[in-house]
């Protein structure tokens, strides 16, 4: 148990189930939350469940008409279907099944979010039977084999052992070299999380050692699990409802500008919320008793929306957008509010372009079915998570989740989502221009040459069979740029009586950015921090630390072979062999052979 007034963390099931004492003063406190997407909704949800605050005393601004924030699927009538993105989740995203169970489904009643999603993945476990595509489809496969040479592992492995402070400002290109880069472990892991090679080494460092009990089911992408419908459907609505029932309100189209704070060398004071709503603007003065959660920063920030006919249009230059803005004022008042600076200074290295095919063709139909070997519109797994286009001049990515993504799609419709890392200079191999200057249907017609389609096909296919909905998102990795400890301010700084930052820009030990789970964790941390809740955070899946996964992960990174086979220098060989001798008959020797190490 946590010091009286302060946050801690708990493992196991003591705590998981416990329900905090109200904590004192509560209902005097009122809760002021900026931004609407999954860190705001959480905070929310917490704030309403475990602080047990009033929920008429919690107000949720939101810059945009509706909420959900990056968590959007929606069905635009001037476009079509939108999706900027997908959610990928792990059984081990604590803080969110710790929220989820506890939030009504919609769709199911009597189900909570969580067993909703529980028996979905029981019944229709997620796999892939396709990960990596070349030559326009004819070569389609699921390896399973990571390739990796002595050189690149040991230089995985220099990365894994390194510190924070080693791999402050450090890019991922500063830590390996062709060796690495010529490996399917590398194709499979940037093209999951959308990692550059002038991305942080720090944050894949951390991706690392987060997810290490799952490297035996990324090739195959056994490891991910997924909702029933876009996220927005299957998490945020729901979200929503709970806080709009219980109480909770909601002001859309309202832009917080600033938080004035009361800065002294022992004490963090938020003061006033500066904000414009309806073309006014309107302040907020505030107590102590006044609780903000400010999300600071999104990678949703200043998308530009494109159409079947028109290719998105970024107007923005670097550093510009109202979060990144919010965030800069604040961060003006205290060295402890972090440094934006260092997250938006360039939206060609954090940006990329996703679009979404609407399609209910036979042809494009059977051609996705040639590569993932399941019916698109089975209504369970299709492709199991993304497939590369390896060959791809964009990098080019494309998945289809369960259909339909939305309770009211057509049941004859397939929404495809496609992403490109490639985005500003390249040329695509169909379509001879770059990703960002594309109309929805050149983005489609690219896509469907590396899914095969005949070439004398495609442009009336993309053009008169197809929907495609382009976005262009310019900072949507901008959280994985380079930075030090600091860049990120802690979730409640030091001396903070009533500020805090939730998100993907907050800084929170051990986890990792771009997941759902960070947001929520964000959300949790500041309630029970600012509220004083008397009960465990969930800590990080612990499985860095436990030898088991360690030993298997091993194994699984040098594609199934033992110690005893595994390509070693002679002095390494000789030093096993004694070792392999010496746990002989123990139980040291049965855990190895359990791992597959022996």
């Not at 709009?244 to 060398?265: I, K, M, S």
């Not at 199991?384 to 990515?397: E, P």
């Not at 298997?552 to 072979?561: E, F, I, N």
Request: negative net charge.
């Amino acid at each position: 148990m946590g010091k009286e007034g302060t946050m801690y963390y708990s493992a196991g099931n003591y705590e998981a189930f416990a329900k905090p004492d109200k904590p004192e003063g509560i209902d005097d406190k009122h809760a002021y939350i900026v931004g609407s997407g999954l860190a705001g909704l959480s905070a929310a949800c917490y704030l309403i469940r475990d602080a047990q605050m009033p929920a008429d005393h919690i107000t949720v601004f939101e810059s945009l008409p509706l909420p959900g924030g990056s968590c959007d699927g929606i069905y635009d009538a001037t476009r079509g279907y939108i999706m900027r993105g997908g959610r990928e989740m792990d059984n081990h995203f604590e803080c969110m099944w710790d929220l989820f169970r506890s939030i009504p489904s919609i769709v199911n009643p009597g189900e909570t979010i969580f067993s909703e999603y529980y028996r979905l993945n029981k019944s229709d476990p997620n796999f892939s039977l396709c990960r990596v595509t070349e030559k326009q489809g004819q070569d389609a496969h699921t390896d399973k084999k990571y390739g990796m040479n002595p050189r690149a592992t040991q230089e995985l492995l220099r990365l894994f052992l390194s510190t924070e402070e080693d791999l402050a400002d450090k890019t991922i290109d500063d830590m390996f070299d062709d060796d690495f880069y010529n490996t399917n472990f590398w194709i499979y892991w940037q093209t999951m999380f959308a990692f550059e090679k002038w991305h942080s080494a720090l944050e894949m460092k951390l991706y690392m050692q987060r997810y290490i009990h799952h490297i035996d089911g990324l090739p195959d992408l056994s490891a991910l699990r997924f909702t029933r419908y876009n996220q927005y459907d299957s998490m945020i609505k729901p979200m929503v409802k709970y806080i709009e029932d219980a109480g909770g309100v909601f002001q859309y189209d309202t832009q917080v500008t600033n938080v004035v704070c009361d800065v002294t060398p022992t004490k963090k004071v938020a003061k006033r919320i500066e904000y414009m709503q309806g073309g006014v603007a309107k302040s907020i003065d505030l107590t102590e008793n006044d609780l903000v959660f400010v999300t600071n920063g999104s990678q949703g920030d200043c998308t530009a929306y494109g159409s079947q006919d028109t290719a998105p249009v970024v107007t923005i230059k670097n550093g510009e957008g109202p979060s990144v803005q919010l965030w800069k004022k604040i961060a003006a008042q205290s060295p402890d509010f972090g440094h934006p600076e260092k997250f938006f200074k360039d939206i060609e290295e954090t940006s990329w372009e996703s679009w979404t095919v609407d399609t209910s063709n036979k042809e494009v139909l059977d051609a996705i079915e040639a590569i993932c070997h399941r019916d698109p519109l089975s209504g369970k797994v299709v492709t199991g998570g993304i497939v590369t286009a390896k060959d791809s001049s964009w990098l080019l990515s494309w998945t289809i989740n369960r259909q339909g993504q939305f309770p009211d799609q057509p049941a004859d419709h397939c929404l495809i989502w496609v992403y490109g890392l490639n985005c500003w200079h390249d040329d695509g191999d169909y379509v001879k221009k770059p990703m960002a200057a594309c109309t929805g249907a050149e983005l489609c017609a690219e896509w469907l040459y590396h899914i095969g389609v005949p070439t004398d096909r495609i442009d009336y296919l993309a053009h008169n069979e197809c929907n495609t909905t382009p976005t262009m998102m310019p900072y949507v990795t901008s959280f994985f740029e380079p930075r030090r400890k600091g860049d990120r301010p802690d979730v409640v700084p030091a001396g903070s009586v009533n500020l805090a930052f939730i998100g993907q820009y907050a800084e929170t030990p051990r986890d990792t950015v771009f997941t759902t789970e960070y947001s929520i964790r964000t959300g949790m941390e500041a309630v029970y921090t600012l509220c004083n809740v008397d009960r465990g955070v969930p800590e990080v899946w612990g499985s860095v630390f436990d030898v088991r996964d360690l030993l298997t992960a091993t194994v699984k990174l040098a594609d199934g072979k033992t110690l005893e086979q595994m390509d070693l220098p002679l002095k390494d060989r000789l030093a096993l062999r004694e070792v392999l001798k010496k746990v002989k008959g123990t139980d040291v020797e049965k855990l190895l052979k359990a791992t597959g190490a022996l």
